[in-house]
């Protein structure tokens, strides 16, 4: 876990807060959507403590992307990865039910046999 005090807050181009520079020099990276429910709670010059997954980008500074934050006596824990199906986790699932109450299966199966009289009727079946 990391703990560092919050050095400057860093917008995107929408105005929305999505991350933190910490004094350690580590960039902080959220959804917007978390900036808006952790700006109620913590400011600039606040100590947080993290946890997540570290990359470094081009220019060679720690970014930090959290699944949890901790600050002040509350804890945050999210998920930042979209779950994804994995290739080979089972059958696919089964086709939804046909929904319209007033289509029976059985009505359907008629019209069907009624296409199929037509069609063979004109082809000369």
């Not at 902080?28 to 997540?52: K, M, N, T």
């Not at 699944?67 to 290739?87: A, C, H, N, V």
Request: glycine residues 8%; charged residues 30%.
């Amino acid at each position: 876990m990391r703990t560092s005090k919050i050095v400057q807050l860093i917008y995107n181009h929408n105005d929305d807060l999505d991350g933190w520079q910490l004094l350690d020099g580590s960039l902080i990276h959220f959804p917007p959507h978390i900036g808006e429910q952790l700006a109620e709670w913590i400011d600039l010059g606040d100590e947080v403590s993290l946890e997540g997954d570290n990359r470094v980008n081009r220019n060679g500074v720690e970014v930090v992307f959290p699944t949890y934050i901790e600050s002040q006596g509350w804890s945050l824990r999210f998920d930042q990865k979209k779950p994804q199906p994995r290739k080979g986790s089972g059958p696919p699932p089964p086709p939804p039910e046909h929904d319209d109450p007033r289509v029976s299966n059985e009505d359907i199966m008629r019209e069907l046999v009624k296409l199929r009289r037509l069609i063979e009727n004109r082809l000369g079946k």
